[in-house]
Structures are given as C-alpha cells and as structure tokens.
C-alpha cells in the first residue's frame, strides 16, 4: 500500500510503498479516506522522537483518521465490514500510522461516525478535538469565566473556542488582525487579540482587570500568567510549568489529550448537530502527503488534512 513514511532515520518523509497488515484478534482494517496532521507528525519528521519512543522502520505518520471498515479480525464485535469509523492512534510505539491507504487498528480504538458526518470532518477532530476538550474540562470554565486561548487559530484552539463558548465563557482568542481574528470570532470568540504586539495592552482593553483562566497552546507563559487575576488557572498543552508560570497565586494544569471513542464519538454528535465547526485550512491527495507537513506551519487557520482517493 501507499503511505507517507519515514524509511530511515534522517530520510525525510516521503510517500512510498509499504507492507500492508493482516487484521489479528480484536483489531479491524480500515480502507483510510481521510487523516490530519498534528504537531506531534512534525516532531517525527523532524527527528525529535527517536530516542525518546519505540519505533520500527518504515514510520507511518500520523494519528487521526476515518475510513471504511475492510476486514474485521477474531473477537471484534459491534463493528462490520463497510462501517464507517474514525480513531486515533494511541500506540506508544511508532510504526504503521494512518496517512496511508489502509491502517490496522484494535477495535476498542474507533467509534462509528455519525449519520451526515464526512470521514473528512470525522477524521479533524480527532487528537485536536478531544484535546481542546481535556483543556476546557481542566480548567472547568462556565459562564462566569474570561477565557485567553493563546494559540486559538491551530486545530486545538479553533475547537477550544467553541467548546468553551458553548459554556458560556467570554472568550478572548490570540490572532493576528485580519482574516486570523475574522476566523476566531466566527468560531464565537467575543474578542481577537493581537499578540504580536503588546498583547497585555490588547487583552486589558476588552478585559481590564485580567482574565480568569488562560488555555496556553502557544506563547509565552509567563506573559500568560501574568494577565491572570489572582486565584486564576492556566491549563499548557505545550508543558508550562508552575515555575514558568511565576506566580504562586495561579494553578498551572499540564494537559494531555486523553483519547476515547466515546469523548470523540460526542464531539463528532456535535459536528452532525451542527453545534462544532471543523475548521479545515487545506486538504492534501496522499500522493502530496508530504506538502501537508509544509502547510501545518504556514500560519494555517484550522486543520490540515489528507484524503486517500
């Protein structure tokens, strides 16, 4: 099958023939039609992770996918041929990742797509969606909190802002000035915020005495903490520490999105509802699937995603 693989270390990711999977007990193959891109792909393009994971020779990238069930193994119940599903990859071993044209997978790692939901839309949920998520539930925000996204325009914050929106927060999203802060608030940001400027003069002029809780996906966070009011909670996908943070007055909550069917299978409810936007900056073929890794650091606004034809 073809995939976009890493064949050596050092080589750069490029799309190739690999060795496809038979399906063992308790696991399915999937015919993939669409997988995103994630920082963590970048990491592994970029050589950051081979001494740090397990790893077998070709690398498969990526971890969020959708596609139609091909073959079901030993013990799978529940799930058929010809089922619609989408998952994320949650191995701690790299090897057979799903930008590819098939993926094999335990069952216990996919939920059934909803009716009206495209495997495009299912797939750029995924790690991103159920990530912003973990965030917002870790920072408990309601409708009395004042809510800073530092990197609001990456997959992650584009669906913390509506998730935490939808919870009544007044939530203030970092873009630039332009087509980015149209982009936040259409998602249902009260306010853009420019932070390649003075960003504590921009937050103070729509939040003057600070804001409650800031989910840091970017940035720097001691200038994060800083606009904290006393008592405040910063929740780092990017590893912010409580020493980074300078403040004892603050909670600073490290955040790893915790993958299950069930959390995905709820925000892709919301997706068919028409409640949560899959914002999807560009869409690349698999045979330009390593374009995609290019275009995940171009100053995208959403997800970037790959379709298997």
């Known amino acids: ?32 039609e669409a997988a995103s891109v994630n920082g963590f792909d970048l990491a592994v393009a970029a050589g950051f992770v081979w001494d740090a994971m397990p790893h077998t020779f070709p690398v498969v990238l ?21 089922d619609l599903v989408a ?3 949650t191995a701690l071993e790299l090897g057979s990742g799903p930008i590819a044209e098939q993926i094999v997978v335990p069952a216990a790692a996919v939920t059934a797509v909803p009716a009206g939901v495209s495997a ?22 309601g409708d009395e909190d004042v809510l800073l996204i530092s990197g609001a325009t990456g997959g992650v914050g ?46 103070h002029a729509v939040a003057p005495e600070g804001v409650t809780t800031v989910l840091h996906a970017a940035g720097d966070p001691t200038v994060l903490a800083g606009l904290l009011m006393a008592g405040g909670r910063l929740a780092s996908i990017v590893g912010a520490t409580t020493e980074q943070a300078g403040r004892a007055d603050v909670t600073v909550a490290g955040v790893m999105g915790s993958f299950t069917p069930d959390k995905l299978h709820g925000l892709l409810e919301q997706v068919g509802a028409g409640t949560l936007t899959v914002p999807v900056a560009a869409t690349h073929p698999l045979a330009d699937a390593a374009a995609a890794l290019t275009s995940f650091g171009a100053g995208k606004l959403g997800k970037i995603m790959v379709t298997v034809p």
């Open 87 to 89: 998952g994320v990859l």
């Open 1 to 32: 099958m073809r995939a976009l693989a890493i064949r050596e270390r050092g080589a750069a990711p490029a799309v190739s023939d690999v060795e496809a999977v038979t399906p063992g007990r308790g696991e399915l193959r999937v015919a993939v």
């Open 158 to 203: 584009a669906f913390a802002v509506q998730i935490a929106a939808a919870r009544g927060a007044r939530v203030l999203a970092t873009a630039r000035p332009g087509a980015a802060s149209e982009f936040v608030r259409r998602l249902g940001a009260e306010a853009a915020v420019d932070y390649t400027g003075d960003l504590a003069a921009a937050v």
């Open 62 to 82: 990526g971890r969020d996918f959708a596609g139609t069930v091909q073959a079901v193994g030993a013990d799978v119940e529940g799930v058929h041929t010809g």
């Open 120 to 141: 495009a839309l299912a797939a750029a949920v995924g790690l991103a969606g159920i990530t912003a998520l973990d965030a917002v539930d870790a920072l408990n925000v």
